[in-house]
């Protein structure tokens, strides 16, 4: 998989991207960060108007074409309700066109994921206004992904306050509290998001798109927060987020998503990363723990 996202797109598969755009193209880039796709920056000159434009191409290695369908049709509609998301240009749900890899080719929403905000308030602030724009949209999506089973769940090998991941798979082993589906993004966090002069410009990575609760989203970005600032910066986003929502966040459904953690984050948060901002792995656990405990206390 690290070594698919790293090498460039196949002549197959630019060849296609030229035949879908009518023009050449003259520039492939690697964009950071991607972990379950190759990503890649393409500059196509056009052929009729020689003008130059940036495009974005979205290879999987391995994915079933119904997922990728489903991301393509996302990313229309999320463009007909006027959030800001890339817009379809193509897609080749089996890759047969693409040189044997599901693609989808879209166009680039100007920016890059802002790691090191320099005004934290105002940048979760905006991250929360954005949330709860895409949970209002009239999106019909299929219904969500569970991603962990609450009945498996195990202390990670990290924990020091093993007491309280006993907890959280007591909670989520209870029933869960009735939520109204709404459209999710469902992988909503700061490594999805676009800035340009400390204004969120964008919401990338739309493949897991689902109608779902929506404090799945909301509990999963204050996991990202955790996991890479700390507690305080996820309560300050919960805050936010209830204020331009005008609703609580649950507690089952945020210890739901906060769930997903494991010693795993501890290798693929740094190479998500890749260097952009700085990685304190010894603590990450002890992070979220303090964001359970802080959940706990809502119950």
């Not at 089996?94 to 905000?117: F, I, K, N, Q, Y």
């Amino acid at each position: 998989m690290v070594e698919f996202r790293r090498r460039g797109p196949s002549a197959a598969t630019l060849a296609w991207v030229e035949e879908e755009l009518g023009g050449r193209v003259v520039n492939a880039r690697r964009l950071t960060g991607g972990i379950v796709a190759a990503v890649h920056r393409l500059t196509v000159e056009r052929a009729l108007s020689g003008r130059r434009e940036f495009v974005v191409l979205r290879q999987y290695e391995q994915h079933g074409d119904g997922d990728v369908a489903r991301e393509a049709r996302i990313l229309a509609e999320t463009g007909e309700a006027g959030l800001p998301a890339p817009r379809l240009l193509a897609v080749s749900a089996t890759g047969a066109e693409a040189g044997g890899h599901p693609s989808v080719l879209m166009t680039r929403v100007a920016g890059r994921a802002d790691l090191a905000p320099a005004d934290p308030g105002h940048w979760l602030g905006q991250i929360a206004d954005v949330a709860a724009r895409i949970h209002e949209a009239p999106i019909e999506a299929p219904a969500y992904e569970r991603w962990i089973d609450p009945s498996r769940l195990a202390v990670p090998a990290s924990a020091t306050r093993p007491a309280l991941w006993r907890e959280l798979a007591r909670v989520l082993n209870e029933a869960a509290p009735p939520a109204e589906p709404r459209f999710i993004h469902r992988d909503f966090q700061h490594f999805n998001l676009l800035w340009s002069r400390g204004r969120l410009t964008g919401v990338v990575d739309w493949g897991s798109a689902a109608s779902g609760p929506p404090d799945i989203d909301a509990g999963h970005c204050r996991l990202n927060l955790a996991v890479l600032f700390g507690a305080d910066w996820a309560e300050r986003f919960r805050t936010a987020y209830e204020r331009r929502a005008g609703r609580r966040v649950d507690p089952w459904w945020d210890l739901y998503a906060i769930a997903s953690y494991d010693d795993s984050w501890q290798q693929f948060i740094p190479v998500q990363v890749d260097g952009r901002a700085r990685v304190d792995v010894g603590g990450m656990t002890g992070r979220v723990e303090e964001l359970v405990q802080a959940v706990l206390r809502r119950l």
